[in-house]
């Protein structure tokens, strides 16, 4: 992120006070006959089934799977699968998978957590021995087991109808006989490539010859192929998940690690296992809002919601001062609750129930001024310790089964770590331990870190409304409020809710590295398109407000059709698509 010079600020700072107040979005919707200021194209609708991915080819697998009879959990696992190939700058098999699925045969949500232990052999006191006061973000040491492989086979057990080698079979094919890469991944991956080709494995299978003797990531438009995927894909068809966490798969990465000054190993990944959870809701005006319990940060997009519920946003009108300034007040709060008590369940019990209930919102609100931003933000719950770049995809198939899905390597392509002929890279989601001892997220042998992936849903009287997500890191939970808060409050279309310009505060304290306390309020990003008096209007009540490109998340959307079929949307800043049949 290229943040902004000293004297940049100051310019910026002077022409904001120095501007007069204008109302905002004047003549924002003059140039679309639809009325929509900020869509940048119209919603989809189709009347059997919608698949909405970050890729038009994967959303093209979702929707052929379901013309061949496969449900909406065979299709988001085939999408996934080929996303795991077309865009290895955020997800694949090396990671771990979250998931939600609306059943219509009970009229239930169902939540999966498929997220990865880390290394049993690996301890708090090693670290030490190496002097590191956080975990490293690339190399061995921030790896844990990939959920991906066995979150997808927990999901066909209960949902699927097709074999799974029919839902793996066009990733593949795309593996073996190549696809053409697109612009935004393409620059990733070449932002990705000169920080992972140190590690071994990463440059002989994610690079190209440059023709002047060294490697350079596939271009624009360049066919890519991956034939030791295909290879591995292939395995894990013909022989299940076990062909992955218990077969050669397993042993190569054992043996990998253990020339590689690493600590996974086969045992941690013959020992993994994902698990089915209940997903955690809140009412929003009227709208039940769902996501995961922690160790994801999902409930936090529940928390601000519930303190934004005091307040007239609707009145108040999109991007105005007041709009800018209360999001970014309870986000702060919210995450503050997020740094101290998101962690994995096993070691440590998160106060759900607490952290998303009205009262507890209505306690958090008495802290927000309308004046002045805060510098620093407490939690408002203290733990008591007892013996705890991303893809976001959702399908929807005729029987009105809904998923919502989720997966990621974390920090854009991973560790860097990728063993040999396999394919893909190992994720570095340990990053997201704190190195200090009683700490719910403190890291410990065989524990779950905190994750920051999370897929959303939201139900209206006990029906199916929308299934969607945002990924990108911490943005995700201030990405889903600000959907929900586009559509409810400011009365969006899908995609317009989508494409409006968004906000994300960055500098809260986080549940990982050295657990930092902010202290000085943090920044506040605010995309193109907020009008400059309400920028200015922030920056007197103590915003420090910058510009930065490309941390406002990817968004993608299925709403169910009133009059029957499906609404899509696909995010603007992304290479994807929203198509149905």
């Not at 310019?11 to 107040?21: D, E, G, N, R, S």
Request: aromatic letters at 10%.
């Amino acid at each position: 992120m290229r943040r902004p010079t000293a004297l940049s600020r100051l310019v910026l700072t002077v022409l904001a006070l120095a501007l007069p107040f204008t109302a905002p979005f004047e003549a924002a919707a003059a140039d679309r006959i639809t009325g929509e200021p900020f869509a940048t194209r119209s919603e989809v609708y189709a009347p059997h089934a919608m698949a909405a991915t970050s890729h038009p080819l994967a959303t093209q697998i979702a929707l052929d799977v379901m013309k061949d009879g496969g449900s909406a959990v065979d299709a988001a696992i085939a999408a996934n699968a080929a996303l795991g190939l077309m865009e290895p700058t955020g997800n694949g098999i090396g990671g771990d998978l979250f998931a939600i699925v609306w059943d219509p045969k009970t009229g239930k949500l169902h939540g999966y957590n498929g997220s990865g232990r880390s290394p049993k052999s690996l301890t708090l006191d090693e670290f030490r021995r190496r002097g590191l006061a956080a975990v490293p973000p690339h190399g061995p040491l921030p790896v844990s087991v990939p959920g991906t492989v066995d979150g997808w086979f927990a999901l066909h057990g209960r949902f699927g109808r097709r074999p799974m080698a029919e839902n793996l079979a066009p990733a593949i094919r795309y593996a073996r006989e190549g696809h053409p890469v697109h612009q935004t991944i393409a620059y990733y991956w070449d932002r990705s490539v000169p920080v992972l080709s140190k590690w071994p494995g990463f440059a002989e299978q994610f690079t190209v010859d440059d023709g002047r003797g060294g490697r350079r990531a596939p271009r624009t438009g360049e066919m890519w192929r991956n034939p030791n995927l295909a290879d591995t894909l292939q395995q894990i068809a013909d022989g299940g998940r076990d062909a992955f966490y218990k077969g050669g798969i397993a042993r190569t990465i054992d043996a990998y690690f253990k020339a590689s000054d690493g600590f996974l190993s086969y045992e941690d990944l013959a020992s993994h296992e994902g698990e089915w959870v209940e997903p955690v809701s809140t009412n929003y005006r009227g709208y039940d809002v769902w996501e995961l319990p922690p160790n994801g940060q999902g409930i936090a997009a529940l928390q601000i919601l519930n303190i934004l519920e005091g307040y007239d946003l609707k009145g108040y009108g999109f991007g105005s001062p007041e709009h800018v300034h209360l999001f970014t007040e309870a986000k702060k709060l919210a995450f503050a609750d997020r740094a101290a008590s998101y962690a994995d369940p096993d070691h440590y019990r998160t106060p759900v129930e607490r952290l998303v209930s009205k009262a507890y919102a209505a306690e958090r609100r008495r802290l927000i001024s309308m004046d002045r931003a805060m510098k620093a933000a407490e939690p408002g719950v203290i733990p008591q310790l007892n013996e705890g770049d991303t893809i976001y995809l959702t399908v929807a198939d005729p029987d009105g089964m809904m998923v919502s899905l989720i997966q990621s390597n974390y920090r854009g392509m991973g560790s860097g770590m990728a063993p040999p002929g396999l394919g893909f890279i190992l994720q570095d989601r340990g990053e997201q331990f704190v190195l200090k001892e009683g700490h719910p997220n403190s890291y410990a042998p065989g524990k779950r870190p905190f994750h920051t992936i999370i897929p959303a849903f939201v139900t209206k009287d006990g029906k199916p409304w929308l299934s969607f997500g945002v990924m990108g890191g911490a943005m995700q939970p201030q990405g889903h409020a600000q959907i929900l808060i586009n559509m409810i409050d400011f009365g969006m279309n899908l995609q317009e809710a989508g494409d409006a310009p968004r906000i994300q505060h960055d500098g809260s304290t986080e549940p990982a590295g050295q657990n930092i306390a902010m202290a000085d309020g943090g920044e506040l990003d605010l995309e193109t398109g907020f009008p400059y008096a309400t920028v200015r209007e922030l920056m007197r009540r103590g915003h420090s407000v910058r510009f930065a490109h490309g941390p406002y998340g990817g968004y993608q959307a299925i709403m169910v059709n009133p009059e029957g079929g499906y609404v899509g949307a696909s995010e603007s800043r992304k290479d994807g698509q929203a198509a149905g049949y």
